[in-house]
């Protein structure tokens, strides 16, 4: 069904980061609420292990550790496109403790307009999208800050970016 240029865009207003509402879309990476904790290096330190399903290996990938940085977003923010990684997942956590918004699609051939969301990640929070998953470039809030990724690296050229543009209009608020 075609777009209708004419209507009101749709007002996406981010929700609360949890591990049951972001699951259909991947991880949230947290101590928080994680279980098991180890105690390690003597006492000094505790290990929260297993936080996300790291996805990278497929087509020969590897896991790949690199920092983003992002500068802050105007508000309100229209969304046009989405994009996704179909032979990996792809983690990121705010090295500088800053809040960052989140937008996901479920996995399918497109995203699905009216199934878009927006999750607010806070401080101690990040996200690990399942391959496929439909998400919105890096959306940082209040000042430039750095994201440490874990993603998929792979030699030579592939096919592990698909970008769509968005059919009906959405309008991110903050």
């Not at 179909?86 to 705010?94: D, I, N, R, V």
């Not at 699609?105 to 990040?126: I, M, N, S, Y």
């Amino acid at each position: 069904m075609p777009a209708n240029h004419n209507a009101p865009p749709r007002v996406l207003v981010p929700e609360p980061l949890t591990p049951k509402a972001f699951a259909p879309f991947g991880d949230v990476i947290q101590a928080k609420g994680a279980l098991p904790s180890v105690t390690i290096n003597g006492g000094y330190a505790q290990r929260f292990n297993d936080l996300a399903a790291v996805d990278v290996a497929r087509g020969g990938g590897r896991a790949n550790i690199s920092i983003f940085r992002a500068k802050p977003r105007m508000f309100p923010l229209q969304l046009h496109s989405l994009e996704r990684h179909p032979l990996g997942s792809q983690a990121f956590f705010s090295l500088s403790q800053q809040p960052f918004l989140v937008v996901v699609a479920p996995v399918g051939d497109v995203p699905e307009t009216l199934l878009v969301r927006c999750f607010l990640a806070g401080p101690g929070q990040g996200v690990n999208y399942h391959a496929g998953t439909w998400h919105h470039a890096l959306i940082a809030l209040e000042s430039p800050g750095d994201f440490l990724v874990v993603d998929r690296a792979a030699e030579g050229a592939t096919d592990n970016c698909d970008e769509c543009e968005l059919g009906s209009k959405i309008s991110l608020h903050w």
